[in-house]
């Protein structure tokens, strides 16, 4: 399956700034798509593929400080890197705190930008990669029958077939079905594959 284009969105007032990123970040071959306003971009759909947000501290109407809130609100997650003329160290600190990847003041570096999207748009990579795999682990699970999601996370917990059978008051050979079930149900190699899964899925806590 083939990956979708990343994509960087510029969001600034100043149209000089929009068309130089504009510029700089299409001659680095990337795709660009620029808006003049935060609440421009908020009536943007979100993509499918890996994105990040080169995104202006203050502008008319909503700033990108509260556009960051208001993303992390709605649950929208996309990497983002402030650029500002008007930076200070408390508002470095509350960006990065609420997950920017960056904080540039301009003038800024051409480098130091172009460096800033490779970083975002492969950490939204790899989110869209792990929120993919989780999505198809979750399917998987919710293909076991009720007593196979009861014996899964004993089972990963290192319980041997006769205690599984034990605490849940049946037989260690009904225990070897369902973990065989279980195992090809989930497309898992190893006990320690079935492990990360438990953990990945947060099932875990269901083992006394």
Known sequence: MTEVEP?????????????????????AGLKVQTFTSAREFLKNPRPEGPACLV?????????GIELQRELTQSG???????ITAHGDIPMTVRAMKAGAVE?????????????AVRAAI???????KE?????????RYEQLTPR???VMPRVAAGLLNKQVAGELAT??????FHRAHIMQKMGAESLADLVRMVEKLGVASQVK
């Open 131 to 139: 929120r993919s795999e989780t999505g198809q682990l979750r399917e």
């Open 148 to 150: 196979e999601r009861e």
């Open 103 to 115: 904080f540039l003041t301009k003038p800024f570096r051409s480098r130091g930008l172009l460096d």
């Open 171 to 176: 037989t260690e050979r009904t225990i070897k």
């Open 55 to 63: 995104l202006d501290v203050r502008m008319p109407g909503l700033s």
């Open 122 to 128: 492969e950490r939204d990579r790899s989110a869209h």
């Open 7 to 27: 994509i960087v969105f510029v969001v600034d007032d100043d149209l000089s700034v929009r068309r130089s990123t504009e510029r700089l970040i299409r001659a």
């Open 76 to 82: 929208i997650n996309i990497p983002i890197i402030f």
